[in-house]
């Protein structure tokens, strides 16, 4: 199984300021990667994802990460953050060839004013 | 078009008690999952079918069955509720084969057991 680690539970930023929400999986496997966002009492939506090609995706909301294969990593960045993207976000991973998905414990970013 | 609904949006149980979340989409999506989050430990999977009449377990399966009778429905039951199952229940489906590989997800479920 999969592991997937987000090393920063809360994230305080500043509004307009830049911003990375790190995630690290554990297999070297093929693997699909997602991100999603989760508004307050609400569902999760999908930001970004990673199937192939591109090691750099966009997202919405101007989001982007990069995938790593050597680092296993797939890092969330925006240049420039809005009060509207305070919410959590959670990384996920699949395998290539598998049907199940493993997500990480989550990061709560919070935007100051 | 309604995508993924969740009934009932809470509960509260007593503990011992039975209930059934039931988890529908109109997407006609093969693949179903049931996903319990808790504070601190990210969304677990605990069980998933990818198609009409198939279950599977995830990693955190006890204490919960489920059944896939309609493509459109995925039913999760608690036969013995304990208050460690107090959580928020999400339900996600995903199309087969799409290339899109986007799990679509429901609004959740409040449980709480007393």
């Known amino acids: 199984a999969q592991s997937v680690t987000q090393l920063d539970s809360q994230v305080p930023v500043f509004e307009e300021a830049p911003v990375e929400l790190r995630c690290n999986y554990s297999?070297?496997?093929?693997?699909?990667l997602f991100w999603y966002v989760q508004y307050p009492n609400q569902g999760l939506q999908l930001l970004l994802k990673?199937?192939?090609?591109?090691?750099l995706v966009k997202g919405i909301n101007g989001f982007e990460a990069e995938f790593n294969k050597s680092q296993t990593s797939f890092h969330l960045r925006k240049p420039s953050v809005h009060i509207s993207d305070t919410a959590e976000y959670f990384c996920?991973?699949?395998?290539?060839?598998?049907?199940?998905?493993?997500f990480g414990t989550g990061t709560s970013l919070t935007v100051i004013p | 078009n309604a995508g993924v609904t969740q009934t009932p949006k809470f509960r509260v149980l007593k503990t011992g008690q039975s209930m059934t979340l039931l988890c529908a989409q109109d997407?006609?999506?093969?693949?179903m999952y049931w996903y319990r989050q808790d504070p601190g430990m990210g969304l677990r999977l605990i069980h998933y079918?990818?198609?009409?009449?198939?279950?599977a377990k995830g990693e955190v399966p006890d204490g919960y069955n489920v059944s896939r009778l309609k493509k459109q429905n995925f039913l999760l039951g608690l036969e013995s509720a304990a208050p460690s199952q107090t959580s928020v229940y999400f339900c996600?489906?995903?199309?087969?084969?799409?290339?899109?590989?986007?799990?679509?997800f429901g609004p959740g479920t409040r449980l709480t057991v007393t």
């Open positions: 997407m006609n999506h093969e693949y």
């Open positions: 996920a991973v699949s395998e290539s060839a598998g049907n199940q998905f493993y």
């Open positions: 297999s070297s496997v093929s693997v699909y």
């Open positions: 990673y199937l192939s090609g591109s090691t």
């Open positions: 079918s990818v198609g009409e009449g198939t279950t």
């Open positions: 996600a489906c995903l199309p087969h084969n799409s290339g899109a590989y986007e799990q679509y």
